[in-house]
């Protein structure tokens, strides 16, 4: 479970950033927190905010981290083979001012491992720069501790390895590269207490609906089984029965391609007519909706069934609010969810912010100031004008397009198009 996400010089946040998903005292919706040891952890968190605001960009926050973690094994050495490298290991700091363009970003999060290995914590964070890694650092405690003891620590000086058995720290130390995590070598070396945290970020999964590209391409992703085995074809069909009763069924062809090597996947969905027969559709012709629930069945069911997070940006797009909702409400279920997995979520849709669905410090928003920086609060931590902090009887909806939390766009008319 991810307790906080905090990050600092990254894209248009330019200061120290928090995303906190430990509950807080306040009373409504208690049933569904998840609780372990000194930890009481939150099922969902919605972002809020104008267009341009910074919301994708916490999304984005996270995936780096998470890219990192996992990819940089592989990523060190010479520097022409760097060069050729994903850009999306490429450090993207706050540019629009001098200082904070040539200063290091930071990422670190606080997450509680499975029930399985004790709810064992964790803190584990890095910095960067242009350049490579300038610190990291891992730090665990058992359920019932209150205090964290290091596993490793590194900087451009000191490099303290002393948590980690002594025949890996050998290997670690020749290995390492500067660009390159101890986490992620480490895992790749197979030291299980650096695995534990790569396999944490691994088993999160990150969607961004706002981008055309990686739209169509989670669009493309089927079902683990999805070709061959009719059971999950009918997990799929009972899911798309929540929605659009109209598929029955699936019709699914594995296609050869020119060379035999090469295989596609021809899916139609089966819709039953008026008259009792039966009509194909190909999916690829279904409605943007359709496809996009498509989509979403692969990282909803592994991250159901392997208690990870989910962050998604612009959950609420070419969706219908109520299918939205129980999308939520999967998350917020304990009977449902019983893997405590999280939905983290950007979003404009408003009617959400009903009181009756998420808790005070479930909601946050962003806003972008005049300098081009964003920041990210909560709408528990939320104190207006009078200097008292927002009661939970209070219509959040109305008071959010009414500008009372802020976030929202500043409007003005479109007088571009008015004649002259």
Partial sequence: MLIQFRFKNFKSFRDDTFLDLSATKITEHSDRIFNAGYEKVLPAAAIYGANASGKSNVIEAFRF???????????????????????KLKQTPFLFDSQ??????????????????????????????QDGIVEEWLNSKSKT????????????????????PTKSQENI?????????????????????????????YNNNCANFGNPYENAVLSSIIPDGFA???????????????FDSSIIDFNVEVMKGDDDDEEHIKIDAIHKTSDGGTAFIPLREESDGTLKMFALYPVLQDTLENGGTLFIDE????????????????FLNPEINKKNAQLVFTTHDSWQLSNNLLRRDEIWFTEKDANGVSTLYSLADFVDEDGTK???????????????????????????????
């Fill in 100 to 129: 904070s363009k040539e200063a290091e970003s930071m990422f670190e999060v606080y997450f509680m491992d499975t029930a399985e290995h004790g709810f064992k914590s964790y803190n584990y964070g890095f910095t960067l720069n």
């Fill in 390 to 420: 927002i009661r939970k009887d209070e219509s959040y909806e109305k008071n959010y397009l009414l500008g009372k939390y802020g976030a929202i766009p500043t409007l003005k008319y479109f007088d571009m198009f008015k004649e002259a």
């Fill in 145 to 164: 501790a209150r205090e964290y003891k290091s596993i490793f620590y590194r900087n451009n000086s000191e490099l303290d390895l002393s948590g980690l």
């Fill in 228 to 242: 061959d085995d009719k059971t999950v074809q009918q997990k799929v069909v009972s899911y798309f029965a929540t």
């Fill in 315 to 330: 959950l609420n797009a070419r969706l219908h609010p109520l299918l939205v909702r129980s999308i939520i409400i999967t």
């Fill in 65 to 87: 981290m998470m890219t990192y973690v996992v990819e940089s094994f592989s990523y060190g050495g010479d520097p022409e083979e760097r060069k050729t490298k994903n850009k």
């Fill in 173 to 201: 130390r020749i290995a390492l590269e500067k660009e390159t995590l101890i986490v992620s070598l480490g895992a790749k070396l197979k030291v299980s207490k650096l695995k534990t945290i790569r396999d944490w970020f």
